[in-house]
């Protein structure tokens, strides 16, 4: 049974994405809850239902209180004993179903599908955002926000058909059983329902931005407390156990004051709550024994009355506090919108197609990038690199060398100019095929905090073990990989390699990333720093790999140690964004010129500490 409920949605099933997600909150959440649509009118029908059953139930207790007050024994078992049976039967049988229904569809249907569907397309779209969004957030609080909003939406969901479809009907059927039993009933009800919806207003103005505010705070937490976990080598090596105390505690302390705020609220509510219910009980009951004491009641509309009541006094707390909790999770969820639903601003174009590699031909014209600052970056480069051609790039600090590789990437739009492979303005190609062509090895490779072997299978999902240890091999990698093992037993490429990478040493990070892009085997090959991490034996051995690594495919290579590039076809000095020196390691030198002064000034084949490059 609980598998048929489970499997009416299934919260994976493809779905059209969007690039500009609704920026309302009722429409965000509508969108996510279309495959839910026709669970959703169901359940609101079988909450009305039960609540139209437990009005029926205290209608009826109000009879059998008379019928029990109008005979002996023996005739009112004569006359009404087969109606009392199947009123057992239906309260015994009948009832139970009816509610398993009810809680089957909302529990098992609507609540773990949900908020799996939610957390699903919310990190696909999150996912789909440029580099340059991710680098303008903290990756916690980008986390906590696709973790928490999505319960939260489930909570909002419960909460609309647990308890303020079940309560408006219950209102409805109790004014309408008061109105059966005498009209004059109805007065002090709505007296208290009225009162009762302007404390609830109150509320609800009070709680929703004092629940936002207290989501934003731990959000701020999480944020602060993932930054020193993720750069603990940093806090540990400058000693700053005690500033990056004092931070957290920051944070910290204002997540208590907004949720402390939050808690007033519910605290006057309370008491509120207590002398509303008071007048409820005075007003209804009260009134129905002064009808009694007239003559216009009879017993059984007292007692009907009474446990109407005297079930509406139950439920206002829990209605209060479903109606609280149903505002609370929408001022989370407003609060995830800000990172779920932001607009994805770098995309494929309309109309984009495959890249179609033809033999890495790569051109630059007017490219032009400054982060939206109007200086640093790139300013209005040209440059063709033949195809096969390899080239080095070399340049201060801030030159544009890194900025040139993410347009190349497209992890950036350009603000000026193009870029051309093959002729195809990558722009108009789709961003998967661009970056399936392009291999790169970074000067900081982190890892993936899963196994060797899924570390460097992400260069090539589908190859074989004998893929991934030759690509190891060649990376100098495959010996201390073997003796390789972490906490939990695994050993070898089985072996998790930690956070980033953090259970590896920087060379070994370097090498199982190297690996990685050996498997790729992309036909344009790009090289930032790709031996800086690597002692000069080790280094000496990859140079012989990177160099096989380049045969047959175009080549940029960024680099610091200008040995390193020394062999490479044309040598490119970036200057303040603009190309400043092109040519050959012997042509450069004998221009005397950046180069020149770069290839004196180095101690080990280093740029000199007053010309330090990115």
Not at 10 to 23: H, I, L, M, S, V
């Amino acid at each position: 049974m609980f598998r048929f409920f489970e499997n009416l949605v299934d919260p994976f099933a493809p779905y059209t994405q969007t690039d500009n997600p609704p920026q309302t909150l009722p429409a965000f959440l509508w969108d996510y809850a279309q495959p839910f649509k026709r669970l959703f009118v169901l359940t609101a029908l079988m909450s009305v239902f039960v609540a139209a059953v437990e009005i029926g139930l205290i209608f009826y207790l109000g009879r059998v209180v008379d019928v029990l007050n109008g005979g002996d024994p023996a005739e009112v078992w004569a006359v009404y004993g087969m109606e009392l049976i199947l009123a057992a039967l239906f309260v015994l049988i009948l009832r139970p179903l009816i509610q398993v229904l009810d809680v089957a569809l909302l529990n098992n249907a609507i609540m773990p599908n949900f908020g799996t569907l939610f957390r699903w397309r919310a990190h696909g779209q999150v996912l789909r955002q440029s580099v340059g969004w991710f680098e303008n957030d903290f990756a916690g609080r980008i986390a906590n926000r696709i973790m928490q909003t999505p319960p939260a939406a489930g909570e909002a969901v419960f909460q609309v058909f647990d308890a303020i479809t079940f309560s408006l009907a219950y209102l409805v059927g109790a004014a309408v059983l008061l109105w059966n039993a005498d009209i004059r009933l109805v007065i002090p009800l709505l007296v208290w329902l009225g009162l009762y919806m302007v404390l609830l207003r109150w509320t609800m103005q009070r709680v929703g931005p004092a629940s936002k505010a207290a989501a934003d705070a731990r959000s701020e937490v999480t944020g602060r407390v993932v930054d020193a976990y993720t750069n603990i080598h940093s806090v540990k090596l400058f000693a700053h156990h005690d500033h990056e105390m004092a931070f957290a505690r920051e944070a910290i302390e204002a997540t208590r004051q907004t949720f402390s705020r939050e808690m007033r609220i519910y605290t006057v509510m309370d008491v509120a709550l207590v002398g509303l219910n008071g007048l409820l009980i005075v007003g209804v009951v009260g009134w129905a024994i002064w009808l009694w004491m007239a003559g216009t009641a009879s017993v059984g509309v007292v007692a009907a009355a009474t446990a109407l009541t005297l079930r509406l006094n139950a439920m206002t707390g829990w209605i209060m506090w479903a109606v609280s909790s149903l505002f609370r999770s929408l001022g989370i969820v407003a609060e995830g919108m800000e990172t779920i639903a932001q607009p994805i601003t770098l995309v494929d174009a309309p109309d984009a197609k495959p890249l179609e590699f033809r033999k890495g031909a790569i051109e630059l014209q007017e490219l032009s990038h400054h982060y939206g600052r109007g200086s640093g970056g790139l300013d209005s480069v040209s440059l063709s690199i033949a195809a096969g051609e390899k080239i080095g790039l070399i340049g201060r600090s801030g030159a544009g060398k890194s900025t040139l590789v993410k347009l190349l990437l497209r992890f950036y739009e350009p603000e000026g100019g193009r870029i051309l492979i093959d002729g195809q303005d990558i722009t108009q190609v789709t961003q998967n095929s661009l970056r399936h062509v392009i291999g790169m090895v970074q000067q900081d490779s982190s890892l993936l905090h899963r196994s060797v072997r899924d570390n460097i299978l992400y260069g090539s999902s589908g190859a074989t073990e004998t893929d991934v240890v030759t690509a190891a091999k060649q990376a100098e990698a495959h010996e201390f990989v073997l003796d390789l093992s972490d906490p939990e037993g695994r050993a070898a490429y089985d072996a998790q390699v930690g956070e980033r990478g953090v259970r590896l040493s920087g060379g070994q990070r370097q090498r199982i990333a190297l690996a990685r892009v050996i498997l790729k085997d992309a036909p344009i090959l790009v090289l930032d720093e790709a031996t800086s991490a690597l002692d000069s034996e080790v280094e000496a051995v990859i140079q012989s790999t990177l160099y096989g690594m380049m045969e047959g495919k175009t080549v940029i290579a960024i680099a610091h140690r200008l040995s390193t590039i020394a062999r490479l076809d044309r040598i490119l000095v970036l200057d303040d964004g603009r190309i400043a020196e092109d040519g050959s390691h012997a042509e450069l030198l004998a221009q005397g010129g950046l180069y020149a002064s770069f290839w004196n000034r180095q101690s080990g084949g280093f740029i000199g500490v007053e010309e330090v490059a990115e």
